[in-house]
Structures are given as structure tokens and as C-alpha cells.
T-cell receptor, first 113, second 112 residues
Framework: KAGVTQTPRYLIKTRGQQVTLSCSPI?????VSWYQQTPGQGLQFLFE???????NKGNFPGRFSGRQFSNSRSEMNVSTLELGDSALYLC????????????FGSGTRLTVV | QQPVQSPQAVILREGEDAVINCSSS?????VHWYRQKHGEAPVFLMI?????EQKGHEKISASFNEKKQQSSLYLTASQLSYSGTYFC?????????????FGQGTILTVHP
């Protein structure tokens, strides 16, 4: 079966711009989570969506937002980009409950210049 | 609070064994383990649940000590393909079980 698909794979943006990243989960997975990965901070939780509702949120500023659609596809948006937002953004999907582990997408590499 | 992994890095020869530890300062309900190869996405290895149940799809074993709030991942007879960074992840309690907090990672390098 198809894995978690994230688009685009790479992005270069300028400070102050905004960006939207997309994630299509594995068919049947209704839980979608987003993580930011950087060399200094490691893997950090951004938010989790289930049935179009944000269920959990990490400690990130309000510039980071997301949403989930009725087909479980999810998008995250970062507004007013800062240099420190440069990172690998990973999306993960799972069956409800999370007791089956998470399947990660290949990520979107965002570079802010 | 972020779980703490040890060691930070391990270098092995093919066929050798390794143990990676994960400790948390808060009560654990379950522990996830993932491996990430350079430039790739993290891959799910195993989940250990309270009560001793394990769910995984690779030939890697692990233990979960709820009282000590620790988990260990055992890699036996290592292969070159085991190289990568290993992360443990601990979910929040209650409705926050979908919020995984990851350790800082353990870099495993296997040489021929």
C-alpha cells in the first residue's frame, strides 16, 4: 500500500513569506501528526489531527498552524517565516490510538533565506 | 520532558551486539522505537505497552521497565543495515497519547 506522501520535498523561501506543506496519510489512517526536525533540537512535536480536529499541540508559536480535511489529508502552514524555521518537517500517520506506531513521510526540507 | 537516551553513539563491527537505553522522568504508558537513516524518514521498529505487550515488525527485541521508567533496545548480531540513528519516543498521558516526545537519538554505526 502507498506510504505517507509529503509535498513538496524541498522548498526555499525568503524571510517573512509564508509556506504551506501537504501530507497524505496511509489509507485508513485518520491520525496525522507533524514534527519539526533540526540538528540542534532534534524531533519536536508540532501538532496532531484526528477527524479534522486538532487533538494535541506542541510548544510552537502561533505562526505554525495546520488543518485536516475530511479525507484525512493534512496541511501545515507557517506564516512570517524566520531563519530558524529552516528544518525538515515530517508528517506521520497512524491508526487511532497510536498503539500501532507511526509511519513517517519522507519530509519537506524547508530552507529560509 | 524529553526522554534521555544512552549512549549518544555506538560503533560496532558486524555481528556484535548493542543495547540502547531510554529513560524518562515521568510515568510511561508505552515506548516507541524508531530508526532513521541519513536523509530518510524515521521508520517504526517497535512499541512496548504497559503490561509487557510488544508490537513490532522487525527482528529486534526490547524491554520496558514501567517502575524504573526505562526501556532498552537490543540489537543482536548487528548487520550493516542496522546503521542509523535510533530514537525512543514517549507519548503523553490521557488524550495526549498522540503527542510523542522523542529522545535526542543514538547514532549506531556498523562497520564490516
Amino acid at each position: 500500500k502507498a506510504g505517507v506522501t509529503q509535498t513538496p520535498r524541498y522548498l526555499i523561501k525568503t524571510r517573512g513569506q509564508q509556506v504551506t506543506l501537504s501530507c497524505s496519510p496511509i489509507s485508513g489512517h485518520r491520525s496525522v501528526s507533524w514534527y519539526q526536525q533540526t540538528p540542534g533540537q532534534g524531533l519536536q512535536f508540532l501538532f496532531e489531527y484526528f477527524s479534522e480536529t486538532q487533538r494535541n499541540k506542541g510548544n510552537f508559536p502561533g505562526r505554525f498552524s495546520g488543518r485536516q480535511f475530511s479525507n484525512s489529508r493534512s496541511e501545515m502552514n507557517v506564516s512570517t517565516l524566520e531563519l530558524g524555521d529552516s528544518a525538515l518537517y515530517l508528517c506521520a500517520s497512524s491508526l487511532p490510538g497510536g498503539d500501532y506506531g507511526y509511519t513517517f513521510g519522507s519530509g519537506t526540507r524547508l530552507t529560509v533565506v | 520532558q524529553q526522554p534521555v537516551q544512552s549512549p549518544q553513539a555506538v560503533i560496532l563491527r558486524e555481528g556484535e551486539d548493542a543495547v540502547i537505553n531510554c529513560s524518562s522522568s515521568k510515568a510511561l504508558y508505552s515506548v516507541h522505537w524508531y530508526r532513521q537513516k541519513h536523509g530518510e524518514a524515521p521508520v517504526f521498529l517497535m512499541i512496548l505497552l504497559k503490561g509487557g505487550e510488544q508490537k513490532g515488525h522487525e527482528k529486534i527485541s526490547a524491554s520496558f521497565n514501567e517502575k524504573k521508567q526505562q526501556s532498552s533496545l537490543y540489537l543482536t548480531a548487528s548487520q550493516l543495515s542496522y546503521s542509523g540513528t535510533y530514537f525512543c519516543g514517549t507519548p503523553g498521558g490521557g488524550t495526549s497519547y498522540g503527542k510523542l516526545t522523542f529522545g535526542q537519538g543514538t547514532i549506531l554505526t556498523v562497520h564490516p
